[in-house]
Structures are given as C-alpha cells and as structure tokens.
C-alpha cells in the first residue's frame, strides 16, 4: 500500500481559492461564518442580519437601477 502525502498548506489555500472562484454571491454569503456577516439597524432599532436572500434582493434592485439609467 502506497502512503499518500498530505496536502501543503499553500496547495490547500490554492485549492480553496480555486473553489471558491466559482461561487455566486448567493453562494459566498450563504457560507459566510455568521459571526463576520453584514448587519443593519432596522428604523425601529432592532438589528437584522444580512442574509442571501436580502444579498439577491439588494442585486436584483441594483440592475433594475442601472437598467434604468
């Protein structure tokens, strides 16, 4: 049985890097740590996470904007 050699770290990052290249910003956000994500203060004072679906709704409002334009 041959041994396998375990990745380097420097191939690991590449790797990740790599996968991480072909992921949507829905995609990106859902995998954020929930710690690190956005947040807003709602006009009643109470604080919202950011989640994917407010990500699509912010980009899906955007290009109608520059559609607009």
Same mark, same amino acid.
């Given at each position: 049985?041959?041994?396998?050699?375990?990745?380097?770290?420097?191939?690991?990052?590449?790797?990740?890097?790599?996968?991480?290249? =072909?992921?949507?910003?829905?995609?990106?956000?859902?995998?954020?740590?929930?710690?690190?994500?956005?947040?807003?203060?709602?006009?009643? =004072?109470?604080? *919202?996470?950011?989640?994917?679906?407010?990500?699509?709704? *912010?980009?899906?409002? *955007? =290009?109608?904007t520059?559609?607009?334009?």
């Amino acid at each position: 049985m041959a041994a396998t050699q375990d990745p380097t770290p420097q191939e690991i990052l590449e790797r990740c890097a790599e996968i991480q290249r =072909g992921w949507s910003p829905r995609e990106r956000m859902s995998r954020m740590r929930v710690d690190l994500r956005p947040t807003r203060r709602l006009c009643d =004072g109470r604080m *919202h996470e950011i989640d994917a679906n407010d990500y699509d709704a *912010h980009i899906e409002r *955007h =290009g109608a904007t520059v559609e607009s334009e």
